[in-house]
């Protein structure tokens, strides 16, 4: 009698699942020293397997590009609908350290590949459109808040998206280079954007949303 086989998960089950190895393992390392074999591996798949999915590494890293962002942005709708728009500059930044635990944000992933832009022209532009999309979605955002009164009217809001950009990739940074920026840091920060955006300090007793410790963890996300 032959042994059973070895269930095999549907199509699209299999890619989500390699699509999930290649964002835990681009954001951790680098786009060159990923290789299709470890995320493979990573997956529970063979090599041959992921080339049914993903036609190259190349491929695969855009994939992930996507559902990074489609993740952050589906996230970020859901806190402002919570809190309201008038909130949405607190949002921005309690969606993105939420998700900063689970690897998988934007910045991590440009990170990756953003060396491999100065050989790479297909990478370069791809990756400048990717941020350039993420850059409009934050910018949009801000002016709903400045259209409500929430953020003063001389703020430009498209200058203020580049700073959550840059934001994002010095958080990234700082997690590469294991604690680059401590606790008394983020609250540092965070304190001096939210005295900026909304023209006042943050309150004394803040509101869950408002804390810097929320990249910590990924409650209320």
């Given amino acids: 009698m032959s042994a059973p086989s070895k269930l095999r998960l549907p199509a699209a089950e299999r890619r989500q699942a ?28 063979s090599e ?33 609908e919570e809190v309201g728009p008038e909130l ?19 910045p991590n992933l440009w990170l990756s590949g953003i060396v491999e832009s100065s050989e790479d022209e297909e ?7 990717h941020m350039r999309e993420v850059h409009d979605h934050i910018a949009d955002t801000l002016r709903q808040a400045q259209a409500i009164g929430a953020v003063p009217a001389e703020r430009d809001p498209e ?3 580049w700073i ?25 920060v965070a304190t001096a954007r939210y005295t900026w955006l909304f023209g006042k300090p943050p309150p004394e007793s803040p509101p869950g949303l408002w804390h810097p410790s929320v990249g910590t963890d990924t409650t209320g996300v």
Wanted: glycine share 10%.
């Fill in 18 to 45: 390699i699509l999930e190895a290649a964002l835990r393992v681009f954001s951790q390392g680098s786009y060159a020293g990923a290789t299709t074999a470890q995320i493979a591996r990573e997956a529970g798949v």
């Fill in 159 to 161: 200058a203020e998206a």
């Fill in 123 to 129: 990478i370069r532009e791809h990756v400048r459109a």
């Fill in 48 to 80: 041959p397997v992921l080339y049914r999915h993903f036609a190259s590494k190349k491929e695969l890293y855009f994939a992930c590009l996507d559902e990074a962002w489609a993740r952050l942005k589906a996230a970020l709708a859901a806190v402002i």
């Fill in 88 to 106: 949405a500059p607190l949002a921005i930044a309690k969606t993105g350290l939420g998700l900063r635990a689970l690897r998988v944000l934007p």
């Fill in 164 to 188: 959550f950009l840059a934001g994002g990739l010095l958080v990234t940074m700082g997690d590469r280079l294991g604690g680059l920026l401590g606790h008394e840091d983020f609250t540092r």
